[in-house]
């Protein structure tokens, strides 16, 4: 009977004939055979072994199916199975405290987040509403100021007999004049100098402010301003009154010998020459 496989030796002693069919590879000799209704020479040593893997392989899996089964009984759904371990497993090691804390965490930073923005949004919206009303402010006390400083020069200019209701002498009293705002916030107005600042009443031993009326009676003493009042103009004689008594006399401020014995006169007319630079001087008479 023919063998499968043979060495050299075993194939050398074979007749020529048998010989023929053998096949050498790889120092052996292999019989040859065709292929015929399922059946042909193949390595059976190989298969063999395959085989026994493959069964070892099966009878685990088999072994694992049925503990699966007999572990998870119900459970059909490999998948759902696993997510279930995973759940068992986040369980097992589930801290309620660090996730009470993270969560805390998470909550105050949302919280932190938002309260940031609206405050800056209110801070926001209250500057604008504060810069509105500011300049609401300014507009409503540019407007008293207009009617408090220019009803108030009105009055006096009517007062002293001004030409035309003081029309024409009105805008020269209102910018010496301005409102101001008193600690209890309520305003007035005063008359103020070149510079500014306040002026002071021309009334001898007095500390207080100059006021609109005194102002325009010392208008009524300056010769830019005298013709614009009834009855002051300047004589031939180029003589004009002087506030707190006098006349204006060739550019010097003339007093009575009976207005210089008047101290609050005589004050009024030596502080209304400094201001003007003119010479206050006393008549005989």
Not at 79 to 84: E, F, G, I, L, N
Not at 121 to 140: C, F, G, P, R
Not at 205 to 214: D, H, N, Q, R, V
């Amino acid at each position: 009977m023919l063998k499968a496989v043979l060495d050299k030796a075993a194939f050398d002693a074979l007749e020529e004939t048998i010989q023929a069919f053998y096949t050498e590879k790889d120092g052996k000799y292999y019989l040859t055979v065709t292929a015929s209704e399922g059946f042909e020479l193949t390595n059976t040593v190989n298969l063999k072994a395959s085989l026994v893997k493959e069964r070892t392989r099966a009878d685990s899996a088999e072994k694992k199916v049925k503990k699966f089964e007999t572990d998870f009984e119900g459970i059909t759904d490999p998948a759902a199975a696993r997510d279930a371990l995973g759940r068992v497993d986040e369980l097992a090691n589930f801290d309620p405290d660090k996730k009470l804390a993270a969560a805390k965490e998470q909550f105050e930073k949302q919280l932190t987040g938002k309260t940031e923005t609206e405050r800056k949004k209110m801070i926001t919206d209250h500057e604008t509403e504060t810069s509105a009303l500011k300049k609401k402010n300014e507009v409503y006390k540019s407007q008293l100021q207009l009617a408090l400083v220019t009803n108030s020069a009105q009055s006096a200019l009517i007062k002293a007999d001004a030409e035309g209701d003081g029309k024409l002498l009105l805008p020269h009293v209102v910018k010496q004049v301005r409102m101001v705002e008193k600690d209890d916030n309520t305003f007035e107005v005063e008359v103020i100098d070149d510079e500014n600042m306040a002026r002071l009443t021309p009334k001898g031993g007095s500390t207080a402010k100059m006021t609109i009326p005194e102002l325009v009676e010392e208008m009524k003493t300056n010769n830019e301003f005298a013709h614009g009042f009834k009855g002051t103009r300047a004589s031939g004689g180029g003589t004009a009154p002087s506030a707190g008594g006098g006349v204006i006399k060739g550019g010097k401020i003339v007093l009575s010998k009976a207005e210089s014995r008047d101290v609050a006169t005589y004050r009024a007319a030596k502080a209304r020459g400094v201001k003007e630079g003119k010479e206050v001087i006393i008549s005989d008479q």
